[in-house]
T-cell receptor, first 116, second 115 residues
Framework: EAQVTQNPRYLITVTGKKLTVTCSQNMNHEYMSWYRQDPGLGLRQIYYSMNVEVTDKGDVPEGYKVSRKEKRNFPLILESPSPNQTSLYFC???????????????FGAGSRLTVL | AQSVTQPDIHITVSEGASLELRCNYSYGATPYLFWYVQSPGQGLQLLLKYFSGDTLVQGIKGFEAEFKRSQSSFNLRKPSVHWSDAAEYFCAVGAPLNRDDKIIFGKGTRLHILP
């Protein structure tokens, strides 16, 4: 089944304890992206990657890191989490970075992170 | 840069009633337009999209949307809602003339269904 898989789905951690949220897609998509969803703010893009070894900042990149060493994986790293990073995180992928009729985002189920 | 507004944070309709969710965008040319739905505990799923051509687009689950250039709108409609349509709906806009292919999401409209 074509899908985007995120882990963990739920995580409670403490301030300053490094964590990684993994994202993997099995559709051979070039484009991958991370969003955070907060009440009243909708989805905001954190980082995106147009292909392997190519990553760019989105609208809210502060406090996050990403890497794209393989096409299928795009982990989100919080080196020193803080309470304002408590949020619902979504990974998404699409066939190619260039928007076309065949190119829409496929989302993972989300990862709910709480930082105490 | 493009932007998108969903004026209604919450909408409540009775089961079987018709539905219209509003979406307005700002962009200097014809944008790419999307509607996504997020059911509780789930990721976002594409309902429909508009890239060009016929301004009335049909989507999954009986939804449709109409692109109105004169009003900068892309409202989502359904003739008769079902209880399973209760979810959060996001309008999104992409900018064909931008190099970064960024898609901007609205803040969402939460749909409540009365039995």
């Amino acid at each position: 089944e074509a899908q985007v898989t995120q882990n963990p789905r739920y995580l409670i951690t403490v301030t300053g304890k490094k964590l990684t949220v993994t994202c993997s897609q099995n559709m051979n998509h070039e484009y991958m992206s991370w969003y955070r969803q907060d009440p009243g703010l909708g989805l905001r893009q954190i980082y995106y990657s147009m292909n392997v070894e190519v990553t760019d900042k989105g609208d809210v990149p502060e406090g996050y890191k990403v890497s794209r060493k393989e096409k299928r994986n795009f982990p989100l790293i919080l080196e020193s989490p803080s309470p304002n990073q408590t949020s619902l995180y979504f990974c998404a992928s699409s066939l190619a970075a260039v928007l076309s009729g065949a190119n829409v985002l496929t989302f993972g189920a989300g990862s709910r992170l709480t930082v105490l | 840069a493009q932007s998108v507004t969903q004026p209604d944070i919450h909408i409540t309709v009775s089961e079987g009633a018709s539905l219209e969710l509003r979406c307005n965008y700002s962009y200097g040319a014809t944008p790419y337009l999307f509607w996504y739905v997020q059911s509780p505990g789930q990721g976002l799923q594409l309902l429909l999209k508009y890239f060009s051509g016929d301004t009335l687009v049909q989507g999954i689950k009986g939804f449709e949307a109409e692109f109105k250039r004169s009003q900068s709108s892309f409202n989502l409609r359904k003739p008769s809602v079902h209880w399973s349509d209760a979810a959060e709906y996001f309008c999104a806009v992409g900018a064909p003339l931008n190099r970064d292919d960024k898609i901007i999401f609205g803040k969402g409209t939460r749909l409540h269904i009365l039995p």
